[in-house]
T-cell receptor
Framework: GQQLNQSPQSMFIQEGEDVSMNCTSS?????WLWYKQDPGEGPVLLIA?????ELTSNGRLTAQFGITRKDSFLNISASIPSDVGIYFC??????????FGAGTRLTVKP | GAVVSQHPSRVICKSGTSVKIECRSL??????MFWYRQFPKQSLMLMAT?????????EQGVEKDKFLINHASLTLSTLTVTSAHPEDSSFYIC????????????FGEGSRLTVL
């Protein structure tokens, strides 16, 4: 199905640095979700956002549901080696369809 | 969070055989489950939506006779890859929605299928 525009595609950062990634769409979504996938495993839900403008944190992770309902970002503060993985955004629309971003591959150098 | 379990995690089969993959929601009931295929370094590609007690809804381009889906109970959906060929080798992932139309999906661990 149609994918969201997720960027960047990959990131190489030093341990301790902050990370930011985002997703945009031409469509409006009712829910934005952020997942992390480790190699060979299924995605794990990190944060779910339900209202435009909502800002939610989960430990060192912070995500926001854009005011226009067409975008969302995820920030990771003070990155650590175990943050390595692929991060996916997902949007849930009025048709009860879920769209996924292409993923952001994060590499953290110790 | 809710737990979804997939089995087997890895399976190797000969070309022409059929393989069944199970997806279970362990601590909640799921009227809807989803099956995805994931190619290396790519995002999830939705294959079909599995509806408890009714026929699955397949995405365009996905052969329903090739990928048989059964959702016989509120906690179990199965995907059977029939007459598997090497090009069917892939990582298959299921997810289940906790609550109706919440968009909150919980994913299984994934099943890596290798067809020789």
């Amino acid at each position: 199905g149609q994918q969201l525009n997720q960027s960047p595609q990959s990131m190489f950062i030093q341990e301790g640095e902050d990370v930011s990634m985002n997703c945009t769409s031409s469509s409006i979504f009712n829910t934005w979700l952020w997942y992390k996938q480790d190699p060979g495993e299924g995605p794990v839900l990190l944060i779910a956002l339900y209202k435009a403008g909502e800002l939610t944190s989960n430990g060192r992770l912070t995500a926001q549901f854009g005011i226009t309902r067409k975008d969302s970002f995820l920030n990771i503060s003070a990155s650590i080696p175990s943050d390595v993985g692929i991060y996916f955004c997902a949007g849930h629309d009025n048709n009860n369809d879920m769209r996924f971003g292409a993923g952001t591959r994060l590499t953290v150098k110790p | 969070g809710a737990v979804v379990s997939q089995h087997p995690s890895r399976v190797i089969c000969k070309s022409g055989t059929s393989v069944k993959i199970e997806c279970r929601s362990l601590d909640f009931q799921a009227t809807t489950m989803f099956w995805y295929r994931q190619f290396p370094k790519q995002s999830l590609m939705l294959m079909a939506t599995s509806n408890e007690g009714s026929k699955a809804t397949y995405e365009q381009g996905v052969e329903k006779d090739k990928f048989l889906i059964n959702h016989a109970s509120l906690t179990l959906s199965t995907l059977t890859v029939t007459s598997a060929h090497p090009e069917d080798s892939s990582f298959y992932i299921c997810s289940a929605e906790q609550g109706a139309h919440t968009g909150e999906l919980f994913f299984g661990e994934g099943s890596r299928l290798t067809v020789l």
